[in-house]
């Protein structure tokens, strides 16, 4: 039986060619499956060669920004004056995403050399893996596959010999959305609140303990072992000029067979929901598609005819963002879906900025007022004049979060909002 | 905190040139160049800056988004503007928010009329909310033994929380929660009990964070208030003294950038309001016929000139918590009728640092002017001298609290100038009513020798007068006259006097203080 769906456009080869065999977890199997092969080459590569490498082949960084992953790799100092530490951002709360704990449970080993690559690249004598505190499961396959690791000699002192040494630490966070901000990460990671702080100083110059940190996704290292082994051109194989590569989608809501594939980017969305997904079931028609994960601009069914890329999907108004579609059918109430989102965003604002603070929550008031029948068309105004105040005035972007789709459904379900306020002034 | 150096860089704040050093934020450059730019999280006093109140956010001529002026460094040709459009607007939201779940209780909430929140709500016009939701109750809590906070007052500027963990290095207080259900709470377990939290209080732009000493008595535009200095240790903070008819009401500290910088230490603040208490006398009583009779001043100070013996045996007591004018003019009065030496007691208690500011300490030496004393050769003593029958003894200042009923019963001549009447101080053959510091204008020295001018605060008691005054009166009497009716006038008499203040001016000591340099009078430890 394959991984619960698969499909012919799938590119199953570079992180997901293992999911749904227990087998893959276990070293020795692992090392079959010519597990640890990148680590052995980057072993014999200066660090700015593997940096090199990443940075030819285009890979963006998979947490949703798309920055560019070896350019953020050479703001690394290059002269070295204490402990480098790379941060694997396995804090993956964002709705609609569940691509790095399908790398978590079932390919740990590919996890821990794509980190020990990268540490390898940045000088890093330390790996920290910031897992989120829900992912407790999974965080127990991780660590069984470091401790073989450690045990084989993939992780600790004189690794394989080359007299380079790295260490690696799991760590659970507590359960918080904004632990996957990379600078709330890093308070979090270092005692403190997961509370995102002013930049710069950026994670290069200054991030866990005070000292230069290079954050990266788990999709994003998981990437790097084959792309050192194969080398650029071969990643560029797949992809387009600016979004090279393949990406793990998380395809979710009223769908036929929702699930994770392993996509080249640029392929359609609307391939991606109607071909590879089987478009929603019981032959309901799709009225809204959230393309890249709760934080992103919805589009209409009849938007979806874009290439998923990161400059496709920006220039549609939305983001590719984690490439996490979540389907809403012709039976889902907008206002309630747009509540239920702001509901989060207010859940897991940490207070620090005022507008984030105030704002997200009673965005998610006036919805739930509308939702419930006592909304005034005052309201919209009210809701728009918010989209406003919550845009670009705050030190992270968790307040754009629930404005991208709020705007998004404002403009385009207008409809919806008006026929639940029903012309109360 | 941003480093500045040497380096000059010339900017335009609305249209205002300003020159700065390099390293300077915005803030503090719009501040020279007199313009205030509201804040809230931002304290000059608290090195951390979380930039999270996103309160002082500026437009730069320019850029499309709004950088928080308090973390952004000022470059050379930046044009800031404070009151653009999309800068008001930015503001105005953020009042908007801030009020939203506010419980709005101006009414009666002791920080009005200096509440940071009130203040920009009125400049903005906000006065109807676009709110049609429930308001979010958060409730108070008691946040130490004496400070209250009102959760729902609160705006989480986290001042608190970082004076606490930045200032006082004991990281008491944090925020529990998150988002809008977000509060200040103290760790499980663990009592805020730092003796430097009263600055809390001091630090809380809003009224969240209340002196339970304070709470609902005055109103903040009922109240006056003097510049002085803290007479609870030798270290010599300089507070502001705030009374309500006639009454000290609150004490806060001044900024002295080498004394206190923005702080004092709780036992300052209990120290003086404790100060409206006890009995006091208001009239000037002479022994006549055995028993103490109120005359007015001039009976008094004529009665004394005559019968005030001069020679023979005697014994001082002043206090540490007397002006240094006074205690000049007690040498001076202790000269004439021929007393040599007299000391001062000195009571000692714990000592406590604020760890981010050093120069503050909770000094273990109880008294404000032990090195005034000094000055005039009066020290440090264990004990009340012994009265043999017949001596003469001088008291000043020291209250007598403590000593038995019947001390002083056998001198010849007994002279009690103080302001309070303890059971001791009535067997004086002659009470002179004087003020206490806070009724009147003087100096302290402080522990390292600094001389700081405290102003008047409180209306003495009937015909209470300042001790200097009293004595060069009684000093003049015979003796040309000399009526001395200014605290300016005592100063250059107890400067020159002194030795160690000579040539001091008046002025010069001014609001801040001078050290005159030279070695202070070291005060035994």
């Not at chain 1, 980057?42 to 920055?67: C, Q």
Request: charged content about 20%; overall charge negative.
């Amino acid at each position: 039986m394959g991984y619960p769906h698969s499909h012919e456009l799938e590119v199953g080869t570079i992180l997901s060619r293992h999911f749904g065999d227990p087998k893959a977890r276990d070293l020795n199997t692992w090392l079959t499956y010519g597990g640890y092969e990148g680590l052995k080459k980057a072993l014999e590569m200066e660090p700015a060669e593997i940096t090199t490498v990443v940075k030819d082949s285009g890979l963006r960084g998979r947490g949703g920004a798309g920055f560019p992953t070896g350019l953020k790799w050479t703001f690394m100092p290059q002269e070295q004056k204490g402990p480098h530490y790379l941060c694997c951002n396995a804090d993956e709360s964002e709705p609609g995403a569940f691509k790095d704990r399908e790398i978590l449970r079932w390919v740990p080993h590919l996890l821990i050399e794509g980190c020990l690559v990268a540490a390898r690249a940045i000088h890093a004598e330390h790996v920290y893996i910031y897992v989120r505190g829900e992912y407790f499961p999974f965080t127990n396959i991780l660590n069984d596959a470091v401790v073989q690791a450690y045990e084989a000699g993939y992780i600790g002192e004189n690794i394989l010999g080359s007299g380079w040494n790295c260490d690696l630490t799991v760590h659970i966070g507590a359960g918080a959305y904004i632990a996957g901000e990379e600078t709330g990460l890093m308070s979090s990671l270092s005692g403190g609140r997961a509370e995102p702080r002013i930049k710069p100083p950026f994670p290069a110059q200054s991030g866990v303990f005070g000292s230069p940190t290079t954050v990266n996704n788990v999709e994003t290292l998981a990437a790097v072992p084959m792309i050192v082994v194969n080398g650029s051109d071969w990643y560029r194989q797949w992809g387009t000029e600016k979004s090279p590569g393949t990406k793990l989608w998380c395809c979710s809501g009223n769908l036929e067979r929702p699930g994770n594939y392993e996509l080249e980017l640029g392929v359609s969305l609307k391939d991606v929901i109607y071909e590879v997904c089987g478009g929603a079931p019981n032959g309901k028609k799709i009225k809204a598609v959230i393309p890249g994960g709760s934080s992103t601009a919805l589009l209409t069914a009849d938007e979806l005819d874009v290439p998923s890329t990161y400059e496709g999907l920006q220039e549609a108004g939305s983001s590719l963002g984690t490439a996490s579609p979540i389907v809403l059918d012709e039976d889902v109430n907008i206002v309630r879906a747009m509540r239920r989102i702001a509901d989060f965003y207010a859940h897991e604002s940490c207070g620090q900025c005022v507008q984030c603070r105030e704002g997200t929550s009673w965005v998610a008031q006036i919805l739930r007022r509308i939702e419930v029948g006592d909304g005034r068309l005052s309201d919209l105004d009210t809701l728009y004049d918010l989209c406003e105040q919550l845009t670009g005035r705050t030190i992270c972007v968790l307040a754009d979060s629930v404005v991208f789709p709020l705007r998004s459904s404002l403009d385009k379900f207008r409809g919806e909002y008006e026929a639940l306020i029903g012309g109360r002034p | 905190m941003n480093e500045t150096t040497s380096e000059a860089i010339n900017l335009t704040i609305d249209g205002v040139e300003v020159t700065v050093p390099k390293g300077t934020t915005v803030l503090q450059a719009a501040e020279r160049a007199g313009v205030v730019v509201p804040h809230y999280c931002y304290h000059p006093g608290i090195p951390s800056r979380p930039a999270q109140c996103r309160m002082c956010l500026v437009e730069i001529e320019g850029q499309p988004k709004l950088q928080p002026s308090c973390v952004l460094s000022a470059t050379d040709g930046m044009s800031i503007l404070t009151q653009s459009d999309t800068a008001k607007e930015a503001r105005r939201s953020v009042i908007e928010f801030l009020l939203l779940n506010h419980p709005i209780d101006c009414p009666i909430c002791d920080a009005a009329g200096q509440c940071m929140l009130q203040d920009y709500a009125f400049e903005t016009h906000q006065l109807e909310s676009r709110s049609h939701e429930a308001k979010l109750v958060l409730g108070r809590d008691r946040i130490a033994d004496d400070i209250l906070y009102f959760a729902d007052r609160c705006i989480l500027c986290t001042r608190c929380v970082r004076f606490m963990r930045d200032v006082a290095g004991d990281e008491a207080l944090l925020v529990a929660q998150r988002g809008h259900k977000a509060y200040i709470d103290t760790f499980p377990g663990k009592d805020l009990e730092n003796e430097f939290r009263g600055n809390i209080v001091d630090v809380c732009p809003v009224g969240a964070l209340v002196h339970e000493d304070f709470l609902f008595k005055p109103r903040s535009w009922d109240m006056d208030s003097a510049p002085s200095v803290c007479p609870g240790c030798s270290n010599g903070c300089n507070i502001d003294i705030a009374v309500k008819e006639n009454q000290i009401v609150r004490v806060k500290p001044r900024y002295n950038a080498d004394v206190n910088g923005f702080w004092m230490c709780d036992h300052g603040r209990k120290h003086l309001v404790m100060a409206n208490r006890g009995s006091r006398i208001d009239l000037p009583l002479i022994r006549r016929h055995g028993e103490l009779e109120a005359v007015h001043w001039g009976e008094a100070l004529e009665w004394l000139s005559t019968n005030l013996p001069e020679g023979g045996s005697g014994h001082a007591v002043v206090s540490a918590f007397d002006a240094t004018e006074s205690l000049a003019a007690v040498r001076a009065l202790l000269g004439r009728i021929g007393i040599e030496g007299g000391g001062y007691r000195l009571s000692r208690g714990h000592e406590a640092e604020l760890g981010g500011f050093p120069q503050l300490k909770l000094r273990a030496e109880r008294a404000p002017n032990a090195a005034g004393a000094e000055l005039f050769g009066f020290g440090e003593t264990d004990g009340l001298p012994e009265v043999s029958d017949g001596d003469t003894l001088v008291v000043v200042g020291d209250r007598l609290a403590d000593a038995p009923a019947d001390y002083g019963e056998g001198a010849g001549f007994f002279l009690y100038i103080g302001s309070h009447l303890s059971d001791a101080a009535r067997n004086a053959t002659a009470i002179l009513p004087a003020t206490t510091f806070a009724e009147m204008e003087g100096t302290f020295v402080n522990h390292e020798g600094r001389v700081q001018r405290f102003h008047q605060a409180l209306v003495p008691p009937g015909v209470a007068r300042p001790t200097w005054m009293i004595l060069r009166r009684l000093l003049g009497l015979g003796h040309g006259e000399v009526t001395m009716l200014e605290a300016r006038d005592a100063f250059a008499v107890a400067a020159s006097e002194s030795g160690r203040l000579a040539g001091l001016n008046w002025d010069e000591v001014g609001l801040k203080g001078v050290n005159p340099g030279g070695t202070a009078a070291p005060v035994a430890k």
